[in-house]
């Protein structure tokens, strides 16, 4: 037999979803293992989101629709950006994908060629790696400070005549950090000084605890060179409804729209009608979740902090990030094998030494979790 694709045999497996399958292996042999490995929120999604979908089924929303989406949809985004992401954005400079992570595989078709290299800030969430690798780019990776979270200077070693992209992701999973003003207007520095793309995933915007959020595209003219990936997983808690979408100039929307095209086609079309009812609707949900998100977090950290770890800022998304150092794929396995919890090593996000937490269960499972990890006691 001929030989399988060589691309995609280099690309690694998703870290994440392997201690999850053991973690599910575990539960299906009637073990009570409580996992804070997934990051998905544990609400339903919102009522009037799931009724706009239903009634869009019931009215024979089931087509085919415009590859980049439906026209109401487009525009809600493009008055979302515009109001609360502080940079102009017509709908045409706008994509919908099935979820966020096809429109960060998108972008990097439509922005690289072969032997591009792009920066990525670690730790960094699984998935860019190998959106890059499949694109033909290469990785050159820059770890952040891990005292302070944000970016500095050093930032500019990472850049030579190869680079073309960099992968700006805050607040971050999975180390919960927010990017402030000047970590975002050093990389605005960086593109407009070397002309280089960014991409800015904004995936968790509206999970931002007592700090602001910043969109990369707002800062000088850093529109003209970003392309700005959001979606409706976290904030509206859709993750299987599989839609994103992605904000960029035209003429990468319309790079974007060739590898849609030619390959998902769109986005599911009666899920759109969902989502421009999240867009449009009610914010309230949006507020009740992130309250609840905060509560579990000081709970979390306290907790975590009591027992000597230190922990990164944790001030958006759901992710607690735990400095355990030594081995933290030991680590891991201790805590899920003998403690019956599921966390996530650090190392599958190029951060050794760390482990990330997800708070996005009851509070009930977080307090027996953390009951469980004192128990344990450190390596
Ligand atoms: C940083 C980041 N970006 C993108 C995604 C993908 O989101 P979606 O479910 O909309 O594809 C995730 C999901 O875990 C994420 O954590």
């Not at 201690?19 to 409580?34: L, N, Y």
């Not at 972008?107 to 591009?116: H, I, R, S, T």
């Not at 207007?185 to 602001?212: F, G, R, T």
């Not at 944790?314 to 003998?338: H, P």
Request: net charge negative; proline share 4%.
């Amino acid at each position: 037999m001929k030989q399988l694709s060589e691309k995609i045999a280099a690309v690694a497996p998703s870290a994440t979803l392997s201690i999850s399958d053991k973690a599910k292996k575990m539960q299906r042999e009637g073990i009570d293992v409580i996992s804070l490995s997934i990051g998905e929120p544990d609400f339903d999604t919102p009522r009037h989101i799931k009724d706009a979908c239903i009634d869009a089924l019931n009215r024979g929303e089931t087509h085919y629709s415009p590859s980049n989406g439906i026209p109401e949809l487009l525009t809600a985004i493009s008055e979302k950006i515009s109001s609360e992401n502080h940079f102009p954005c017509r709908p045409d400079q706008v994509i919908v994908t099935c979820g966020a992570k096809d429109a960060i595989y998108e972008a990097m078709e439509a922005v690289l060629n072969p032997g591009d290299e792009t920066i990525l800030i670690t730790p960094a969430w699984v998935s860019y790696e190998p959106c890059v690798q499949i694109a033909g780019g290469k990785v050159v990776k820059h770890a952040i400070n891990e005292k302070t979270f944000q970016l500095d200077d050093s930032l500019l070693e990472r850049v030579n005549t190869k680079t073309k992209m960099i992968v700006v992701n805050s607040p971050s999973n999975p180390s919960g950090a927010v990017f402030d003003t000047n970590s975002m207007k050093l990389v605005a520095d960086i593109c407009q000084d070397y002309d280089i793309y960014a991409i800015s995933d904004e995936i968790y915007e509206k999970l931002v605890y007592a700090k602001e959020h910043i969109s990369l595209a707002a800062i000088g003219d850093m529109a003209e060179r970003t392309i700005t990936i959001n979606g409706f997983s976290k904030s509206y808690a859709m993750t299987g409804w599989r839609l994103g979408y992605a904000v960029a100039p035209v003429e990468i929307i319309r790079q974007m729209s060739k590898v849609q095209q030619h390959s998902v086609s769109q986005a599911v079309t009666f899920a759109m009608w969902g989502a421009v009812a999240a867009l449009k609707g009610d914010q309230r949900c949006v507020v009740e979740m992130r309250t609840e998100f905060d509560r579990r977090r000081k709970y979390i950290l306290s907790e975590l902090n009591r027992m000597g770890y230190e922990t990164a800022p944790a001030e958006g998304a759901f992710y607690a990030f735990v400095n355990v150092g030594g081995d933290d794929v030991q680590t891991a396995t201790r805590w899920l094998e003998q403690g019956h919890v599921a966390v996530m090593p650090g190392s599958a996000f190029y951060a050794p030494g760390w482990i990330r937490l997800s708070y996005a269960t009851s509070m009930e499972k977080l307090k027996n979790a953390m009951d469980r990890i004192q128990k344990l006691g450190r390596n």
